[in-house]
């Protein structure tokens, strides 16, 4: 009877360990409570925007193409990313590489950022330096993002709600910013529509390759290249705040395969805060 009794008071003392030692799971997560009552807990993390600057004739961007690829296999829902097709690279030409992705906003981004006149391909991570540059070539990108994700928690959660009428092709985006911190700087709220696995060709090396995908093409802004401003004065945690966009997607795109990017950034340093992507369907 005394050796049950101490066997009791062991595991009942080992059990006890066991919960303090545990790790604690910390927010901040978010509860989704479901139309049939079910609950899901959706944790927030910071995701980080790649942009890739790039051209159908830029023969090596196909290798930049591949180092996007890998990185989204490596940082999963973590990374967002953008293909943003500039500069004389980018220019159709007929017969050979037909198409025109450019955008007003990949221009307009190209310009302010100087991006093209420096060579193809380039990238930005989040718009933030890293090691004194902005602009980055493809085999620093992964240093980049590393740098940025050594701190996990985010400033920002972002949640994008689409509504999309297939016999119209218009489509609603409502898109909510929550703060998980206080923020007293002017803060902007982009909102892109890109379109995946584009087949067309692409130069590679001295080879033309005829049924090339393109990813995340850039296809539009729906609120400009620059967005709207979500604070102008002190936000506080937990604020919120609702944009609305409605767009007609074009003929051409693929609705299936188009999606929604949002991202807010600093105004003043124009560096990214948090991404979030919705796709169509």
Known sequence: MKEFLYKIIYIFILT????????????????????????DTVVKIKKLLLEDFTGHTCKN??????????????????????????????????????????????????????????????????????????ILGYDAWGSAIENILQDTVPEIFLTITNSYNSSTRQLSASIKTEFLENF???????????????????QDGSQIVQDYIHRHVLRTALNSTWGDNITSVQVNINDTIVKNYTITLDNEWVDSRCAVISFVYDDNTKEIIQAEIMELY
């Open 184 to 202: 007293s700087t002017l803060l902007k709220l982009a909102v892109y529509l890109t379109e995946d696995s584009i087949v067309s060709p692409q």
């Open 16 to 39: 006890l360990v066991i919960c303090l030692s545990c790790d604690k799971v910390e927010p901040p997560y978010k509860t989704v409570i479901h139309q049939n009552g079910n609950t």
């Open 61 to 134: 961007c196909p290798d930049a193409h591949q180092v996007m690829r890998d990185l989204e296999n490596i940082y999963k829902e973590q990374l967002i990313a953008i293909g943003i097709h500039v500069g004389e690279y980018a220019e159709p030409v007929p017969n050979f590489f037909p198409p025109d992705y450019r955008t007003s906003a990949g221009d307009e981004l190209d310009g302010y950022f100087n991006i093209s006149n420096s060579g193809l391909p380039k990238g930005m991570v989040n718009r933030k330096e890293y090691d004194g540059s902005l």
